[in-house]
């Protein structure tokens, strides 16, 4: 297995230009997750896809960020326009649900990040 | 509002000794409690996990402990190796599927 994969693996792009990050889940894995990961911060959720469907964005910090899954094996997240506290790494990860639905412990597996420099 | 505390940010231990790394909770509602590793340029990777209903897991030279009346989340590295520097990750889930992480804390184990 492939494991998660995202593109590009690194970006670096000028204040206002619009980025769009790229994640491959993991073949059968109905959850997908982007995350980003700041020194500020730490890791923190920005969207969670289940079945495709945005079940909880709650952490997506303005409306310059959205989030698409157009299908099972892929989904996008872009920033338009972006500013320079954009700048972090991006995760995407992807989990099944073990009996019971999300949330009983699953295992999410986390792609190798997109690190984004905004200048 | 945070929810989940890892209060070392850094932590060195000689090869071969216990490490010992620790994470606090506040959300009396976390189901699972997970802990991942992560390599510079990697994504994080899951290590080992413990459900609300248990209060010690172990796998090899790792054991998770939960002190649910506490609130704390340990993990112990025992013998620790070189290979096991890394950032470490406590996180919980409750019913949505959503982890919560903590801020990390880098572990050295020096040779």
């Known amino acids: 297995d492939a494991g998660v994969i995202q593109s590009p693996r690194h970006e670096v792009t000028e204040m206002g230009q619009e980025v769009t990050l790229r994640c491959k889940p993991i073949s059968g894995h109905n959850s997908l997750f982007w995350y980003r990961q700041t020194m500020m911060r730490g890791l923190e959720l920005l969207i969670y896809?289940?079945?495709?469907?945005?079940?909880?964005d709650s952490g997506m910090p303005e409306d310059r960020f959205s989030a698409k899954m157009p299908n099972a094996s892929f989904s996008t997240l872009k920033i338009q326009p972006s500013e320079p506290r954009d700048s972090a790494v991006y995760f995407c990860a992807s989990s099944f649900p073990l009996a019971g639905g999300p949330g009983r412990g699953e295992t999410q597996y986390f792609g190798p990040g997109t690190r984004l420099l905004v200048l | 509002d945070q929810q989940v505390k890892q209060n070392s940010p850094s932590l060195s231990v000689q090869e071969g000794r216990i490490s010992i790394l620790n994470c606090d909770y506040t959300?009396?509602?976390?189901?699972?409690f997970l802990w991942y590793k992560k390599y510079p340029a990697e994504g994080p990777t899951f290590l080992i996990s413990i459900s609300s209903i248990k209060d010690k897991n172990e796998d090899g030279r790792f054991t998770v402990f939960l002190n649910k009346s506490a609130k704390h989340l340990s993990l112990h590295i025992v013998p620790s190796q070189p290979g096991d520097s890394a950032v470490y990750f406590c996180a919980f889930s409750g019913n949505t599927g959503k982890l919560i992480f903590g801020q990390g804390t880098t572990l050295q184990v020096k040779p």
């Open positions: 896809f289940n079945n495709n469907v945005p079940i909880d």
């Open positions: 959300n009396s509602m976390f189901d699972y």
